[in-house]
């Protein structure tokens, strides 16, 4: 059986974990778990992007060797990963022999088979950005700050026929109108192919930069970042053996809109057309996090590290948070408010109440285990009513990347559950010595925690600890796959009910 495969982008070795990278894995890890949750056998890749001028460039100032310097960002990396709680299957670096070996067959069979030619460039080059500029690239007549000194060079360079397959991708854009989601960035692509596009330089002479993979046929070169980068995505599943017909096509690359155009809708369909490997199944595109309007990245300054809110906050509120604000593809704005409002208002209060009320009622009205719920009137109705509705909402949401409606609904639900404790106010009935109202008081807190079982069920993609935890303090344990655990039972009842614990516990410092 072929297995759900799904990627992020690689993220720069020269560079600290922000909140875009952290965001980015998230996004890809929800995914991957629900995949996994729905039975399906999945395969999640991420890694470091290792290559280029600018790790040669801050290794040289730190004098060390620019392994080195990528040794510790795969650390950093790595361990952002860790704290996110991510789960992915492997880790590429872009320096590991099998993702070179794979590289440096490509080109040789791209150029054996007359794809690849060597030719005369001129043109200006922009150092900073490691590329060359064209005069439309100017702002008013000089080169904008981004691309810092920029000089006029002739060098001869190696470059990738990909002219000659303008045609081709326009017809399969067209022609797969799932390729990219969301599809209004489809048209962008179509768009930006309205205009002849230029063969691709793939080199740089390795006097320029020498931290890259070398040409097999001209060792005097290196590659070009986007023909080294792009690859990561078919070596780390074993291209060339017979494991990758178990991964390839793709699923899913998860990507950020800045690496859309023209990498991934452009560059990579037709590297893969030209090797004759199958096109990806589809290129998810998230946008970007804003803060004051200004992308979110080290080299703004405007760096929230992402590892410091975890700290506080847990790696569940985080991922909480940056799911439940983004709708993926748009833009999000970053603040610390916003923060700090949707962990006090979902978290604390709604979702960490109703656990709170769980725990605390139920041993003080009932006893150690959850009774038998014998009620079932109008309260309880309805409360399974909204039930019913949500779980098919969230999961077809889900299926459709829609993951902060999921969640809005899911804490809907969560409302729902302490809207209901309310009205039947088990609280108050614990006084009487009416038969009825101690059945009440039973069912309603047994209906709660059931409830909240099957809520805690439904964002375990998103926050699969509080899941756990929230199981374990029901006294829930199952062997049974999602879909069953999400379905309405009495699973709960004789479970035993877990000590009082504060979830999420609302923060030292007040905003
Ligand atoms: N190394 C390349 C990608 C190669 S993929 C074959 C690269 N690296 S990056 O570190 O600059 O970015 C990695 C990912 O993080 C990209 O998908 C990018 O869009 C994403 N983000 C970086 N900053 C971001 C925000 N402020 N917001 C959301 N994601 C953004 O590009």
Known sequence: MKSFYITTAIDYANGSPHLGHAYEKVLTDVVARFRRLKGEDVRFLTGLDEHGQKVQQSARQRGIEPIELCDEAAEKFQGLCKRLEISNDDFIRTTEERHKKVVRALLQDLYDRGEIYQA??????????????????????????????????????????????????????????????????????????????????ISRPKERLEWGIPLPFDEQYVTYVWFDALVNYISAVGYGTPDFEKYWPVDYHVIGKDILLPPHAVYWPIMLKACGIELPKGLLVHGW????????????????????????????????????????????????????????????NDLGNLLNRVLTMTPRYCGETFPARTIEEAPEKELE???????????????????????????????????????????????????????????????MAEALRRAVGLIEPVMPETTKRVYSLLGYKTDAVWRERLKA????????????VILFPKPQREK
């Open 385 to 447: 009513a909204v039930w019913a509705e949500t779980e098919e909402q969230v999961v077809t949401l889900y299926e459709e990347f829609q993951f902060h409606k999921a969640l809005e609904l899911t804490f809907n639900f969560i409302r729902s559950i302490n809207r209901y404790a309310e009205q039947r106010s088990p609280w108050k009935l614990a006084k009487s010595d009416d038969e009825k109202d101690k059945q009440i008081v039973a069912t309603s807190l047994s209906l």
């Open 120 to 201: 005369e460039y001129k043109g200006y080059y922009s150092s900073r950005a490691e590329q060359f500029l064209q005069e439309k690239d100017k702002v008013d007549g000089a080169w904008p700050e981004i691309y810092g000194e920029v000089t006029e060079i002739t060098e001869s360079n190696y470059f990738f026929k990909l002219s000659k397959y303008q045609d081709w991708l326009v017809d399969h854009l067209k022609n797969n109108e799932d390729f990219i989601f969301p599809r209004f960035r489809a048209k962008q692509v179509l768009e930006f192919l309205k205009e002849p596009i230029n063969d691709l330089c």
């Open 489 to 500: 039972s009495d699973a709960l009842t004789g479970c035993k009910v877990g000590e009082r």
């Open 289 to 348: 996090w804003m803060t004051g309007g200004q992308k979110m990245s080290k080299s703004t300054g405007k760096v929230i590290n992402p590892l410091d809110l975890m700290d506080e906050f847990g790696a569940d509120a985080f991922r909480y948070f940056v799911t439940r604000e983004m709708n993926v593809g748009q833009d999000s704005e970053f603040s610390d408010e916003l923060f700090m409002s949707r962990y006090n208002s979902d978290l604390a």
